[in-house]
């Protein structure tokens, strides 16, 4: 009777123990996390591209209304060869400073040469056509038309070309067109030049008297 109860006690023992070690498994089992996607065999890089939602001249655009659509013409689809992003304001104008506001000289403004006397005393051509420049090589504009070499030093390219028309007046421009716009401008110089010949010219001896 002894031996019995002795075994009874170790069998209840050796279950006891079991279910514990089960109800331990199966706790492990339950706090693991579960993994929700499935892993890719191929490899994820490192880098990842970036795009921005914001547009890049919207600071810009939010005090100059007139260009509250963005640039138009060339210069709207163009990609900036420096960075091979799309043009942006400052890609031309520069970054404006904290006193852009009241009107001091940060950012570059184009000017018409020959209208604008004022602006190209503070924004020399060169500097203005510089910025063209950086994108604009020589080579192709000579290879296009012979005047931008004769007129690159004297004149600002915006005092025939402009920045972001919905149009760019020079594109596709006729012959006839073009000569008339070497003739009005070279009339006027004419003009102007035989007007102080005439003026330096002595006093006749009838005058004179």
């Given amino acids: 009777m002894g031996d019995l109860t002795m075994d009874f006690l170790r069998l209840m023992l050796m279950a006891a123990m079991l279910l514990t070690s089960l109800q331990g498994q199966a706790a492990e089992t339950a706090a693991a996390p579960v993994p929700t996607t499935a892993v890719s065999a191929t490899p994820v890089s490192a880098t990842q591209?970036?795009?921005?939602?914001?547009?890049?001249?919207?600071?810009?655009?939010?005090?100059?209304?007139?260009?509250s659509e963005g640039m138009h013409g060339k210069h709207g689809q163009a990609t900036?060869?420096?960075?091979?992003a799309p043009v942006t304001c400052t890609n031309c104008h520069g970054l404006p400073s904290p006193q852009h506001r009241e009107?001091?000289?940060?950012v570059m403004r184009f000017s018409h040469s020959l209208k604008d006397k004022e602006s190209i005393k503070l924004y020399p051509i060169s500097e203005q056509n510089g910025v063209c420049m950086s994108c604009h090589e020589p080579k192709p504009l000579r290879e296009a038309l012979w005047a931008h070499d004769v007129h690159a030093t004297k004149l600002t390219c915006t005092?025939?070309?402009?920045?972001?028309?919905?149009?760019?007046?020079?594109?596709g421009i006729p012959e006839t067109s073009r000569i008339k716009l070497c003739v009005d401008c070279h009339s006027k110089q004419h003009a102007a030049s035989k007007a102080r010949q005439e003026q330096s010219k002595p006093a006749s001896g009838k005058e004179a008297s």
Avoid: I
């Fill in 103 to 106: 009107g001091v000289k940060d």
């Fill in 80 to 84: 900036n060869p420096n960075n091979l």
């Fill in 49 to 67: 591209e970036v795009e921005f939602l914001r547009n890049p001249d919207k600071a810009c655009t939010d005090c100059h209304k007139e260009q």
């Fill in 159 to 171: 005092s025939c070309h402009q920045l972001h028309p919905a149009k760019e007046p020079m594109v």
